[in-house]
């Protein structure tokens, strides 16, 4: 008999895909977190490209590793539609702890491996 797998793709908002990219091939996206002027906002979710850009002219901007929450919310909706196996694509080790903490959250729960 033979199994079949249901793999998704999940990268971070440092890839800089189009969003009609991401929705027409069904690719999560997890966002990083940017700071500046005191707050802190889910990249592309809370902060658009275009508001982004206007601050990193004007201001100081640092950026964050996405939340936990947010990165085991991508993995426990996934595994709820049965998917049991992602890809995960990251901005580069060397830059960002991101894909060290995909690699520990990928072994908690439910989720997808």
Do not use: W
Not at 36 to 57: K, N
Request: glycine letters at 6%; hydrophobic letters at 35%.
């Amino acid at each position: 008999m033979t199994e079949f797998h249901k793999t998704a793709v999940v990268t971070d908002s440092s890839c800089d895909l189009p969003d009609a990219v991401v929705t027409d091939l069904g690719i999560r996206m997890l966002p990083l977190r940017v700071v500046t002027d005191g707050r802190e906002y889910r990249d592309r979710l809370e902060m658009s490209e275009d508001e982004l850009y206007a601050a990193l002219q004007s201001r100081p901007v640092k950026t964050n590793l996405p939340s936990p929450e947010d990165l085991g919310a991508i993995y426990d909706q996934l595994a709820e539609e049965g998917y049991t196996e992602a890809v995960h694509l990251s901005i580069s080790s060397g830059l960002s702890g991101t894909c060290a903490m995909a690699r520990r959250t990928r072994s908690r729960g439910k989720r997808t491996t």
